[in-house]
């Protein structure tokens, strides 16, 4: 619980600002080596996620590209390109905050980190503070449309 508190407190960075918010942290031996949050629109860059900032970081800390005996805590489930970098890191395991019906791959549109396919699985713990991760992006999500339905009737005002 403590170290998903952590990674909703990385969620809310990105939230404040305005991107989806998404946090991420990277546990070993005990302790968060690795914060992430999403950056996409900030940065302009479609590979900035919360999951692989925090990757990148953690790597550099461990000093190896395999992430054996670390665990990721990530406030969404994750998308086909963070699952891909989970296994491609040897993650073993992923605790996820909410699930994510229309784009995640830890269970909900597939399951990219425990499939037999691959070299490396993944175990995988979900619901932790779930109403918690869940109440963040709705929150997010409304605010976005009121902000442009506002923006709408703006401009058809003029």
């Not at 037999?116 to 992006?137: A, Q, W, Y």
Request: hydrophobic fraction near 40%; proline fraction near 4%.
């Amino acid at each position: 619980m403590r170290f998903m508190r952590e990674a909703v407190r990385q969620a809310k960075k990105a939230y404040a600002i305005q991107e989806t918010p998404i946090g991420c942290v990277i546990v070993y031996e005990g302790r968060i080596i690795a914060r992430g949050y999403n950056r996409r629109s900030t940065d302009h860059n479609p590979l900035a996620h919360a999951e692989l900032t925090a990757i990148r970081k953690a790597a550099r800390v461990i000093g190896d590209w395999r992430l054996e005996g670390c665990t990721i805590y990530v406030t969404l489930e994750p998308c086909p390109m963070c699952a891909g970098a989970i296994v491609q890191a040897r993650i073993p395991e992923c605790v996820i905050g909410c699930m994510n019906p229309k784009a995640g791959c830890a269970g909900s549109v597939t399951d990219l980190l425990r499939m037999d396919g691959f070299n490396h699985r993944v175990l995988v713990r979900t619901g932790i503070m779930e109403e918690t991760c869940s109440t963040l992006m709705k929150e997010f999500f409304r605010e976005l449309r009121e902000s442009a339905k506002a923006k709408k009737l703006k401009n058809m005002e003029m």
